[in-house]
């Protein structure tokens, strides 16, 4: 009896299953990729979309209090001086300096957030899918490569950015300051070193610029950017 030889595997078949099989990996890991993108993309809007509720009431709220600040002075016909000499109205404009300036802190965080998630996009999975894919997030190359013209910058998102963010900072500062002219000295004089209310205004002080460092932080992680 003569034994049947075996059919031996057929090379290129074996070569067209192989290409099959790693075609199919690279669309596995384009998938896995683009979903873990779009699931930061997701993430990233809604913090931007809260950022933006949170600055639409705070200016709807500062235009209220300027406005009851300016009916205030118009109904006991008094100035500046006599609106924080009353200790109630001290601490109320006082506490407005340290409303803003935890405003600040909170816009400040969820910037810090928000380029931790794109920078993610950006280093991480944006190389491996452009490994796979090389037309892949060429809108946001094209939008740095030409409209980043200061200093690796949008100069009208920057601008944006500081004007925003600065406003409750500059608000902060502005009733600080107005304290330590018209109220300081007064207090200082009449309770020395007991006075809370000067003691208010340090603490004020304090939190407005650990909110101003925080938020030169969250600018200053943007060169990370020019690093492409």
Known sequence: MTKKKRSEPDPDKA???????????????????VEDFKGRWQELLSLQNENNRWTTLYVTALVVIIG??????????????????????SYLILSI?????????????????IQQIALYQHEVLVPRIR??????????RYRRSNFGVFY???PIRLGYFILVKSLPLVVSYTIILMYYHYQWDIEAGTH????????F????????????VLSLLTLRLGKRWNKD
């Open 15 to 33: 070569g067209v299953e192989r290409e099959k099989l790693l075609l199919q990996r690279e669309e596995i890991a384009v998938d896995l990729l």
């Open 201 to 212: 205004c340090i603490a004020a002080l304090m939190l407005v610029n650990s909110a101003v």
């Open 152 to 154: 690796g910058q949008d």
């Open 68 to 89: 009851w600040l300016i009916n205030h002075n118009g109904q006991t016909g008094g100035g500046l001086a006599e609106l924080y000499a009353r200790a109630d109205n």
């Open 131 to 140: 490994k796979l894919s090389s037309d892949f997030n060429d809108w946001e």
């Open 192 to 199: 020395h070193w007991s006075s809370w209310r000067n003691w």
């Open 97 to 113: 300096a340290v409303v803003n300036a935890l405003y600040a802190f909170s816009m400040a965080y969820k910037g810090y957030q």
